[in-house]
């Protein structure tokens, strides 16, 4: 099983970009896809992006495509999720997962679980 520790996390205003990063360990990286999942203060924790073990798959939330980008190294057993364009609506603590399975979009898929950074847009 993978361990994952998620970081980058902080305070930015509407409109700017941050770069969160979930480093993970273990010698097998580059077989689990990882996805980013986000949770805001009395929500459900929902689907952001995914990428699979290569690389060279990715799926994005209908809410944030055209403004976040994931993308992995897996010399670096690293996966980031570019943000760009933030608004308020994107805080959230924001969750690194990693799974055996392609690219799935429910929680319920991954199984193993970062501890999670904050994320905060200001208005």
């Known amino acids: 099983q993978v361990q994952l520790v998620e970081s980058g996390g902080g305070l930015v205003q509407a409109g700017d970009s941050l770069r969160v990063s979930c480093a993970a360990s273990?010698?097998?990286?580059?077989?689990?896809?990882i996805g980013w999942f986000r949770q805001a203060p009395g929500k459900e924790r929902e689907f952001v992006a995914a990428?699979?073990?290569?690389?060279?798959?990715?799926y994005y939330a209908d809410s944030v495509k055209g403004r976040f980008t994931i993308s992995r190294d897996n010399a670096k057993n690293t996966v980031y999720l570019q943000m760009n364009s933030l608004k308020p609506e994107d805080t959230a603590v924001y969750y690194c997962?990693?799974?055996?399975?392609?690219?799935?979009?429910?929680?319920?898929?991954?199984?193993?679980w970062g501890q999670g950074t904050q994320v905060t847009v200001s208005s």
């Open positions: 990428i699979s073990g290569s690389g060279i798959t990715t």
């Open positions: 997962a990693a799974t055996t399975i392609f690219l799935p979009t429910m929680s319920g898929q991954y199984n193993s």
């Open positions: 273990g010698r097998t990286f580059s077989s689990y896809a």
